[in-house]
């Protein structure tokens, strides 16, 4: 039986930059190319879906404190 999707909840702050970092080193170890910042933003959106499922959807413009819009060019 799969552990994901994981109830939802607004207050989660797992899902952080700092997991999407984590995320985007361990893809360059690998060899994979570096992200740009559309990269990182489907990351995050990726990573949500399948963190949480659909209750995860992200709106398509997201909010301006969100951390998809703060997120450096890379």
């Not at 995050?44 to 499922?53: E, N, Q």
């Amino acid at each position: 039986m799969p552990t994901y999707p994981l109830p939802y909840y607004e207050g989660d702050q797992r899902l952080s930059f700092a997991l999407l970092v984590d995320v985007r080193t361990a893809v360059l170890r690998h060899g994979f190319p570096e992200l740009t910042r559309v990269d990182m933003e489907t990351l995050y959106v990726s990573l949500r879906l399948f963190l949480y499922g659909e209750m995860g959807r992200v709106p398509l413009d997201p909010p301006v404190n969100s951390p998809t819009t703060q997120l450096p060019i890379c």
